[in-house]
C-alpha cells in the first residue's frame, strides 16, 4: 500500500522560515494537500492541489510539490502557527486517502 | 456556507457496531463531491475511513474495509458510517467531511464526534 513519510516534529523560531517535508514514492506525481490540526479543533485545509491556497489562508503559507517530496512552507512563522500539520495524497491507482504522520510544529 | 454535523452515540462495547450520521447543511449532497469519515485515536494521527460519491460508490481504507460501510441517503442530506466488531483501538475523535474531485483534499469539516470503545 502507498505511504508518505512527514518528521515528527519541526521547530522555528517567531518570524523564521519553516519547512515541513512529505515523501512518498513518485509524490510527484499526485496531487498533495495539507492540513493544520490544533488541539480540540477539526483540522484546516491551508494547501490544496500541491500549491494552491484556499481563501482565508494567509500568504504565509505556500507548497511544493516535486519528484518524490512535497513541502509546505511557512514564511514569518508566527506563534498562532504552533499546530500538527498532515500532510494527504489521493492514491489514484488503488483509489484512496493517504495521510501523513503528522509533524507537530512548535514556535519557540 | 457548508457546514457538517456528526451525531451518534459516543459509547459503544466491545464487539458491537459502531454507528454515526453526518447531517449536512448549505449545499445539497445530490450536486457532487465525494463525502468521506476521517479518525484520529487520542494521541495520534489522522487516519481515513472512506468516503462515498454522491452516486452511492464507495471508497474505502483497506486496512478497514473488511469491518465499514458507509451510506448516504440524499433525501435527508446526510450520508453515515457503521464500522462493526470494534474493539478499544477503535476509539477515536471521528470526523465526517467534503472532499473535493480534483485533488481529493477534505473542504468541509464537522466539528468531530467522540467514540469510546468500552463495556
Known amino acids: 500500500s502507498y505511504e508518505v513519510t512527514q518528521p515528527p516534529s519541526v521547530s522555528v523560531s517567531p518570524g523564521q522560515t519553516a519547512s515541513i517535508t512529505c515523501s512518498g514514492e513518485?509524490?510527484?506525481?499526485?496531487?498533495v494537500c495539507w492540513y493544520q490540526k490544533k488541539p480540540g479543533q477539526s483540522p484546516v485545509v491551508v494547501i490544496y492541489?500541491?500549491?494552491e491556497r484556499p481563501s482565508g489562508i494567509p500568504e504565509r503559507f505556500s507548497g511544493s510539490n516535486s519528484g518524490n517530496t512535497a513541502t509546505l512552507t511557512i514564511s514569518g512563522t508566527q506563534a498562532m502557527d504552533e499546530a500538527d500539520y498532515y500532510c494527504?495524497?489521493?492514491?489514484?491507482?488503488?483509489?484512496?486517502?493517504?495521510f501523513g504522520g503528522g509533524t507537530k510544529l512548535t514556535v519557540l | 456556507q457548508v457546514e457538517m454535523q456528526e451525531s451518534g452515540p459516543g459509547l459503544v462495547k466491545p464487539s458491537e457496531t459502531l454507528s454515526l450520521t453526518c447531517g449536512v447543511s448549505?449545499?445539497?449532497?445530490?450536486?457532487?463531491?465525494?463525502w468521506g469519515w476521517i479518525r484520529q485515536p487520542p494521541g495520534k494521527g489522522l487516519e481515513w475511513i472512506g468516503s462515498?460519491?454522491?452516486?452511492?460508490?464507495?471508497y474505502y481504507n483497506p486496512s478497514l474495509k473488511s469491518r465499514v460501510t458507509i451510506s448516504v441517503d440524499t433525501s435527508k442530506n446526510q450520508f453515515s458510517l457503521k464500522l462493526n466488531s470494534v474493539t478499544a483501538a477503535d476509539t477515536a475523535v471521528f470526523f465526517c467531511?467534503?472532499?473535493?474531485?480534483?485533488?481529493?483534499?477534505?473542504?468541509?469539516w464537522g466539528q468531530g464526534s467522540l467514540v469510546t470503545v468500552s463495556s
Open positions: 467531511a467534503r472532499q473535493e474531485g480534483h485533488s481529493f483534499s477534505f473542504d468541509y
Open positions: 448549505g449545499y445539497s449532497i445530490i450536486n457532487g463531491y465525494y
Open positions: 462515498i460519491y454522491h452516486s452511492g460508490t464507495t
Open positions: 513518485r509524490l510527484g506525481e499526485k496531487y
Open positions: 492541489q500541491d500549491i
Open positions: 494527504q495524497a489521493w492514491d489514484t491507482s488503488t483509489a484512496y486517502v493517504v
